[in-house]
């Protein structure tokens, strides 16, 4: 079965695919939205839309989605099992596919201890792994969570993250083949910085033949400057930034560090195409989306498909 | 046994400002162990309180009294001969204990000194954990004795999540990941292949969210 995604297609007909993600603003303009698509436009298969990443407060990733599908985008509507409960979670999946909504992932979502509300009381009534569980009930069975049939069920491409970074490592790769169990049909990683340890956990995952199962996007995030690259390292968990690359961006001059940033970040792009088993790459440039075209461009995976 | 911790003083004291005599109540039960509310914490509040008030100018009368139990009618009857000679009650019961003792004396109010938290262990001396919360159907053979829904900050049933590192939780590095925890038991047991299983998803309507619970042995009723 297939849906209207473009992501989907670009994938099935055998593409490395480009996604990216765009971030709501905190606030009701919806030009910030606008802007950043008109950046990612005719660079990108499909475009991730958060939903109140790390807890903080923004525009709904619904909404943010349909800016985006008006400008000729495909959005990927990311979803988090923090804020709703099943019942909430199953009106928004019906109502993104009525208004032509194609793709969605389903994420667990940061605690909120992170954001700018971390007295709120979280739901987590269903997981991650439910939520994907959930949705192919809906889309292939036609029946909510709790048996009883959808009269005009919704029709969603189905995606996932992963962390190949996250402890314990060696259930990393299991963890992704229940999700493709559970039915996902894409996965998208964490950053990838440590191209070693990604090519270790890719080959558990094609011990398990989980890439046959599930289309791999190795997540892509250019950093903007040596402070950047020991933030993350430090401050977000499961996030793995080896000290060697530290080093490369703290001796390189300040001014030339964004400039560094996008080779190490082209150079990573390089070696994850030649992991066997990868479909494509989702370029998280965070609050950095005007580089997008220039490292898709540099990686030669420009022009993208035409659907 | 349950938790608690005791309330800071200026927030007693705020509370207890309208009032001169005071029945102090503490509970031998749970608050004891976890040393939050037994005798000896009520000891070391009243004289607190006594002495706070007295420099105030604002003396204070404190009975101090520690019940066997807060959470049964036999006992709290005990109170009967002397609660009406205080203002108010001071309690350092638990949440139950608290309200069972306002069931039980409509005309006063009970004040809890205490914030109840969470059933727990004592992991060691001076140190207690939250082990279960109370979801009414329990998950233990699942997942072998570590549960998910009170030691997952996010109360997943199918973790790790991707802020599991080094075997902490995202949320706090004091914190171990339960999921960390389970995967070590499964490989403990040789039965690592039961990661592989998918949990469904949870019936909620056993615990709190089905509303107030209530058990009912229709055998021990007089």
């Known amino acids: ?307 | 046994m349950i938790v608690a911790d005791r309330k800071p003083f200026e927030e007693i004291i705020e509370m207890l400002k309208p009032y001169s005599s005071i029945l102090l109540l503490g509970c031998n039960e749970c608050v004891t162990v976890c040393a939050a509310g037994g005798a000896k914490e009520v000891a070391v509040l009243a004289s607190e309180i006594k002495l706070f008030r007295a420099k105030e100018g604002k003396p204070v009368e404190i009975k101090e009294v520690t019940l066997e139990r807060n959470c049964d009618p036999e006992y709290v009857e005990a109170l009967k001969p002397f609660i009406n000679d205080f203002d108010v009650v001071l309690s350092m019961a638990c949440g139950c204990g608290i309200q069972f003792v306002g069931e039980h004396y409509r005309n006063k109010i009970v004040l809890p000194a205490v914030n109840t938290t969470f059933y727990g262990v004592t992991e060691q001396h001076g140190m207690w954990a939250e082990r279960c919360q109370g979801c009414g159907n329990c998950v233990l053979d699942r997942t072998l004795g570590i549960c998910p829904v009170t030691r997952c900050a996010k109360s997943i049933f199918n973790g790790p999540c991707g802020g599991s590192q080094g075997g902490v939780c995202e949320v706090d590095k004091d914190t171990p990941c339960a999921w960390q925890l389970i995967v070590d038991r499964y490989k403990e047991m040789g039965m690592l292949d039961r990661y592989l299983e998918i949990q469904p998803a949870k019936d909620w309507s056993t615990s709190r969210d089905g509303g107030p619970r209530k058990r009912i042995r229709e055998d021990l009723k007089i």
């Open chain 1, 1 to 307: 079965m297939s849906t209207a995604s473009n992501l989907e297609k670009v994938l099935k007909a055998g593409n490395f695919a480009v996604t990216s993600e765009c971030g709501p603003p905190r606030g009701a303009d919806p030009e910030v939205v606008k802007k950043k698509g008109s950046l990612l436009a005719g660079y990108v298969d499909a475009v991730n839309v958060t939903d109140n990443q790390t807890s903080v407060v923004r525009m709904s990733s619904l909404s943010a989605s349909l800016i985006l599908k008006a400008m000729g985008l495909d959005p990927v509507m990311q979803m988090v099992c923090r804020d709703r409960n099943r019942i909430a979670i199953q009106s928004d999946v019906l109502g993104a596919s009525a208004l032509g909504i194609n793709n969605i992932l389903c994420l667990s979502g940061d605690h909120q201890k992170f954001g700018d509300h971390p007295t709120a009381k979280n739901v987590f009534d269903i997981d991650s792994m439910q939520l994907i569980q959930c949705i192919r009930q809906m889309v292939d069975d036609g029946r909510f969570l709790s048996g009883e049939e959808i009269k005009g069920k919704p029709d969603l491409f189905v995606g996932c993250a992963a962390n190949p970074f996250a402890d314990p490592f060696e259930i990393r790769a299991m963890r992704l083949a229940k999700k493709a169990k559970a039915g996902a049909q894409f996965v998208q990683t964490q950053c990838v910085f440590n191209a070693e340890k990604f090519g270790k956990w890719m080959e558990m995952v094609r011990d398990l033949g989980v890439h046959e199962k599930v289309y791999i996007l190795a997540g892509i995030t250019p950093m903007k400057s040596a402070g950047m690259a020991k933030y993350m390292k430090s401050s977000v968990p499961g996030m793995d930034v080896p000290d060697d690359l530290i080093r490369r961006m703290q001796d390189t001059p300040k001014e030339k560090q964004a400039e560094e940033g996008i080779r190490i970040c082209l150079e990573a792009i390089e070696k994850i195409r030649g992991i066997k088993g990868v479909s494509g790459i989702h370029i998280m440039a965070i609050e950095w989306e005007q580089m997008v075209p220039e490292i898709v461009r540099s990686a030669g995976l420009y022009p993208r498909p035409q659907s």
